[in-house]
T-cell receptor, first 119, second 116 residues
């Protein structure tokens, strides 16, 4: 079964420093997509970054980058130059694949990492 | 461009009642997925609707149901509410089903349901 594991329940980081949030995944599907979302206390899930299983390069979106190590099945999120507004819950998610091709819109989420940025 | 709209934002219901939540996707998006978020179970997939048809269903009891209208708006219904149904219910809108686009999913702000 497909699974996402986030082993860091909570993390602290100083403002302006970089932080890495860990994510490992398990799937036997050769085609999959990996997402990172940010969830502030308001509840909305905010898309941060996406990595496709066939993408050759690591994804980057502004201050966010994804350290994709396919052989190790890890997709760690790196936030550079942390800001106070980055304090939130962060979820790693994988789009579930299907046997014999075709993907669904079902996302499998990890348990999340609560990031606190300190001034 | 308007985002995903979920109504109501907050809801308090009594055990045994039923509730209907609404999700209006981004204009042009035809797929709506629903998720339940609780402290104990985390984020769990409920179901996905695409062009008024249920495409996929999570592991939830039959008390949880949904539907999608011709304008792509979706509703989910929970009958005979239990205390354990208290959760944040999120919907996600997508252009198509099975999308691989990196911006494929846009979430609403959720409906926070409290069952007392």
């Amino acid at each position: 079964a497909q699974k996402i594991t986030q082993t860091q329940p909570g993390m602290f980081v100083q403002e302006k420093e970089a932080v890495t949030l860990d994510c490992t995944y398990d799937t036997s599907d050769p085609s999959y997509g990996l997402f990172w979302y940010k969830q502030p206390s308001s509840g909305e899930m905010i898309f941060l970054i996406y990595q496709g299983s066939y993408d050759q390069q690591n994804a980057t979106e502004g201050r966010y980058s994804l350290n994709f190590q396919k052989a190790r099945k890890s997709a760690n999120l790196v936030i550079s130059a942390s800001q106070l507004g980055d304090s939130a819950m962060y979820f790693c998610a994988m789009r579930e694949g299907r046997l014999y091709g075709g993907a669904t819109n079902k996302l499998i989420f990890g348990t999340g990492t609560l990031l606190a940025v300190q001034p | 461009k308007a985002g995903v709209t979920q109504t109501p934002r907050y809801l308090i219901k009594t055990r045994g009642q039923q509730v209907t939540l609404s999700c209006s996707p981004i204009s042009g998006h035809r797929s709506v997925s629903w998720y339940q978020q609780t402290p104990g179970q985390g984020l769990q997939f409920l179901f996905e609707y695409f062009s008024e048809t249920q495409r996929n269903k999570g592991n939830f009891p039959g008390r949880f149901s949904g539907r999608q209208f011709s304008n792509s708006r979706s509703e989910m219904n929970v009958s005979t509410l239990e205390l354990g149904d208290s959760a944040l219910y999120l919907c996600a809108s997508s252009l198509t089903s099975g999308t691989s686009a990196k911006y494929g999913y846009t979430f609403g702000s959720g409906t926070r349901l409290t069952v007392v």
